[in-house]
């Protein structure tokens, strides 16, 4: 190592100027400079968890904007012989999973009726046979699994002269056969089978279609039964020639496909091939379809964005008016913030749920249930926005530069909104974005308990979606299942996503519970 001594007996020839001829001066930064919300973008991006969370939001909101655009249903749609219908992937079905079917154990007569149905309609019910096995006394029961679009099978329908006309002629133009010819009607007092619409073949107990089951002939298969003519224009009825085929062997007798009435005709119709003239396509519900028979797709969609625009509608009224209230306490403290923060606290001790009941009983039926709901939310949600304003006030306005800007005579609003409030905006907007979710679980809870209705022949909620899939909890559990997952994903990831902004916003707060 080099001592003090052998420093002084350096020659002067070894030392130089590092820039002799330049001039030294600072240097402009190259790096372009970054500000508030970039800065606060390069710490969310960081969050991994947040990111995923964003991400999930984002998706949840083209859902619900998107859906109700391109589904071929409306929350107005209704179908009665679809009502609790599993859910259907055209793609998946074919993979043998997610296809509408449900495994069902069903005893011999049971059985022989699915069977039947795929026999005249030329589809099966049945999509898949495990196994057979006899009980102790003797009942055979079959495990199956069954197609619940097909198990729907025939209905009887009224249509106009005009609607038959053209029934007709849509059967003739594409080849598609609809209307099937009218089984006799058995002397029962039970009668299943969509009225005893499937019930096209004989049985061995005629006064009654749950046992004997169906007569068969020698080589085990079905015997019809159809109403048939002597005379195809006989009073009261008409018949329909199909593919060739207008019934009785010899050419004397006819099937006889529709009888008439006063308002036009009743038919027999194949009502899987009748839904596809109804409506453009063959029955197949993503979701599936709830007890009203809509498709659950398609509600959860139109429920949802009209949650999303409920709560945005709501932050946005509840920042405004916290903000302004906030700020008002937060800057001019003293006797006015000793005033406003007693008013405030009278409101927050008042339950919500009370709030909203009471504006449901008295004032939804003069301005509605959304205008009321929205009041009802406004008249006390805007105060938990107003006290973090006043917290973040109290804690800038002392600062040196709100000092200084007073000094230089910059008056109580400029300080207000270009200097303290600013600062003070990332907690602001955290706590904005965390109200959104709040609003949503609210309205969820108050439709599932039945205190608001927002249910109309084209308007839903994700609560009321809840609250009619309950009863069929054990039975179709899919009916709740999927607003269930949406509510909770949304939830969850809201809180992650306040949580990313929090930290993003405020770096000394990153974990902190606000």
């Known amino acids: 190592m080099m001592g003090e001594r052998d ?30 919300f970039m800065d606060a973008w390069l710490r969310f991006r960081k969050n991994k968890s947040a990111v995923v969370a964003f991400t999930l939001i984002v998706m949840l909101v083209l859902f619900a904007v998107i859906v109700p655009f391109v589904s071929h249903y409306d929350v107005s749609f209704r179908e009665g012989y679809y009502q609790t ?41 049945i999509l898949r046979e495990y196994n057979s096995y006899t009980d102790s006394v003797g009942i055979q029961y079959h495990t199956v699994r069954v197609d619940a679009y097909q198990r729907v099978g025939y209905a009887y329908i009224n249509l106009t002269e005009g609607e038959y006309e053209a029934l007709k002629a849509y059967q003739d ?16 007092d039970f009668l299943l089978g969509n009225g005893g619409a499937n019930f096209w073949y004989k049985l061995k107990n005629e006064a009654h279609t749950t046992t004997g089951g169906p007569l068969l002939d020698e080589n085990g298969d079905f015997i019809p039964n159809y109403l048939t003519s002597d005379n195809p224009e006989k009073a009261g009825y008409t018949s329909l020639k199909i593919a060739g085929d207008n019934g009785g062997a010899d050419g004397k007798t006819w099937y006889v496909y529709a009888q008439k009435n006063q308002s036009g005709y009743r ?3 194949d009502y899987y091939e009748y839904f596809r003239y109804m409506n453009g396509q063959y029955p197949s519900f993503l979701f599936g379809t709830n007890a009203y028979g809509q498709d659950i797709l398609t509600c959860l ?22 903000a302004v209230y906030g700020a008002v306490e937060g800057y001019y403290g003293g006797a006015v913030d000793m005033v406003m923060e007693r008013i405030s606290d009278v409101l927050a001790d008042v339950p919500p749920i009370v709030v909203a009941t009471l504006f449901q009983l008295h004032l939804a039926e003069k301005v509605g249930v959304l205008p009321s709901l929205l009041f009802a939310f406004v008249l006390t949600g805007w105060v938990g926005m107003a006290a973090r304003v006043r917290m973040q006030f109290y804690r800038f306005k002392g600062q040196e530069y709100v000092l200084a800007a007073r000094t230089l005579g910059a008056s109580d609003r400029r300080l207000i909104f270009k200097h303290i409030f600013p600062n003070s905006l990332g907690t602001i907007i955290t706590g904005s974005v965390l109200a959104i979710p709040g609003v949503i679980f609210t309205e969820s809870m108050l439709s599932y308990l039945h205190i608001i209705n927002l249910e109309t022949s084209s308007l839903t909620s994700i609560g009321t979606l809840l ?4 009863r069929y909890l054990s039975t179709f559990p899919h009916i709740i299942l999927f607003p269930a997952l949406f509510i909770s994903i949304l939830e969850i990831s809201f809180n992650l996503f306040g949580n990313g902004l929090r930290d993003a916003f405020n770096p000394s707060l990153r974990g902190a519970d606000e």
């Open 7 to 36: 420093m002084k007996n350096i020659p002067a020839e070894m030392f130089e100027f590092t820039r002799h001829d330049e001039k030294i001066h600072d240097e402009k930064i190259q790096t372009k400079a970054i500000g508030y």
């Open 301 to 322: 969609a139109a429920g949802a964005r009209l949650s999303f625009l409920l709560a945005i509608s709501i932050s946005l009224i509840n920042f405004t008016i916290g």
């Open 467 to 470: 609250s009619g899939g309950q």
């Open 267 to 269: 038919v027999r119709v």
């Open 173 to 188: 133009e594409t080849g598609t056969q609809i209307i099937y010819p009218m089984p006799a009607t058995y002397n029962t």
């Open 85 to 125: 219908m599993l859910p259907r992937s055209e793609l998946f079905s074919k993979l043998g999973f997610w296809d509408g079917g449900r495994k069902s154990v069903e005893n011999e007569e049971g059985y022989e009726y699915l069977k039947s149905i795929g026999v005249e309609t030329g589809r099966s019910v």
